[in-house]
């Protein structure tokens, strides 16, 4: 919606309408800094004011948040026994902010960000017939494993082919340059004209693509390995597990949700490099020109992650449940897809993959040795039966992403 206001007054500033020098000011909305910073601010504001209506309301239907039993955790059962009754499905206040954030701040057209803002709704809807099943049958089971994962791929499928197949996103070249590629990709290089001592002549800028099916590492300069068509599997793969990551995250008040707001905030850095030049002529990160309003999705993010975890931090008013965990996942998984940053994801969301790195190792050393690695799994509930007090594992956690973040962005300038 701002940037449609900018268009408009643009074209009357063009026609040499009289009002549009009384709104010049307007002009500042084109710049996708400002309206990301906005869509952060209306976002957080949205959790803030609608949150207590919404906390009031899940109560008043009884969605309670169903604790397992002390068969099933043991001594866990006791130190989480007073989060029963907390009201869950809270991620439809994350997911309506953002949707929100994005319609007035975005341009919800833009391919990314609607690919993104796609993957998040559809998640959030598994999620939410997920949760709903739990209060219904008043225990910690919802939706089978199988038909949950089932429909985490076909989504994760449908986006991953709309990434590979669909031109505006997967092919592009430079407006000054008359190179065309017909290859699918992501520019990565654009060197200089170099004058030609034989003609006298200036040649034509040299243009590198990089395409959606080879990925690379920011350490590297060129591409690691195309993958050609696997690469529709290796997205859905992305998308899945950082969904399911996410969600086995979303363990303690306001861990997940806070390391939300690291990843979206680092990734929001590496949407906007890559959509502009700098990005590209100094760090040599993969370049495309849409790219850029994908920082006012992810910092929408931001926004509504640091929104929720006012009312999320411990004791929790609200969990968000499988409603915002497999949604946030999701679209995690999508932007760093899209950002042509994959490999990345395992540095950003360096907490996301430990805790789902514990359960993997915890399921496959009982099967197979029959010993458990952990104290239990995922591994913050690990560190709680070691002695850790809730808050300590919470925010020693939020250091770690914090740092992981920080070091993601710091590989970005390539050897």
């Known amino acids: 919606m701002l940037y ?227 690469a529709i599997p290796f997205f859905i793969l992305i998308i899945t597990g950082c969904s399911n990551a996410v969600n086995l995250t979303d363990g303690l008040d306001g861990l997940a949700v806070g390391c939300t707001v690291t990843v979206s905030l680092a990734y929001g850095v590496i949407a906007y490099l890559a959509g502009r030049l700098i990005g590209l002529e100094y760090l040599h990160i993969p370049f495309h020109p849409l790219l850029g309003e994908l920082t006012v999705f992810l910092m929408a993010l931001v926004g509504a992650g640091m929104g929720f975890l006012w009312w999320n931090c411990h004791p929790a008013k609200v969990f968000m449940g499988d409603t915002g965990s497999l949604a946030i996942g999701g679209a995690i998984g999508t932007a760093a897809i899209c950002t042509k940053q994959e490999l990345l994801l395992v540095i950003i969301g360096g907490v996301f993959v430990i805790e789902a790195l514990s359960v993997i190792l915890q399921v496959g050393s009982f099967k197979l040795r029959g010993k458990r690695i952990f104290a239990m799994a995922p591994i913050h509930h690990h560190f709680e039966l070691r002695g850790w007090h809730e808050s300590q594992v919470i925010i020693r956690f939020w250091i770690v992403s914090i740092v992981l973040a920080m070091a993601g962005l710091g590989l970005l300038k390539v050897l």
Not at 54 to 81: T, W
């Open 4 to 230: 449609w206001l900018y268009e408009q007054w643009e074209q009357a500033r063009a026609s040499g309408a009289g009002w549009a020098e009384t709104f010049s000011f307007l002009n500042i909305l084109q710049y996708i800094t400002v309206r990301a910073g906005l869509a952060t601010i209306c976002s957080f504001l949205l959790i803030c004011l609608f949150g207590p209506r919404v906390i009031r309301k899940l109560i008043s239907l009884k969605v309670g948040q169903p604790i397992r039993s002390a068969e099933e955790v043991h001594k866990l059962a006791e130190l989480h026994g007073a989060k029963a009754g907390t009201p869950t499905m809270g991620g439809v206040l994350i997911l309506g902010a953002v949707l929100v954030a994005v319609l007035l701040c975005g341009r919800a057209f833009n391919p990314f960000v609607a690919v993104t803002c796609c993957v998040m709704l559809a998640l959030g809807l598994l999620g939410f017939i997920d949760d709903y099943n739990k209060v219904v049958r008043k225990n910690s089971a919802g939706i089978s494993p199988r038909q949950k994962l089932f429909w985490q791929i076909v989504i994760a499928g449908v986006a991953a082919c709309f990434l590979f197949f669909k031109p505006e996103v997967s092919g592009f070249g430079l407006a000054d340059s008359k190179v065309i590629d017909e290859r699918r990709g992501f520019l990565i290089e654009v060197s200089d004209g170099v004058e030609n001592e034989s003609e006298g002549k200036v040649s034509e800028p040299v243009v590198q693509h990089v395409k959606v099916s080879e990925i690379g590492f920011p350490l590297a300069r060129k591409p690691l390995v195309d993958l050609s068509w696997l």
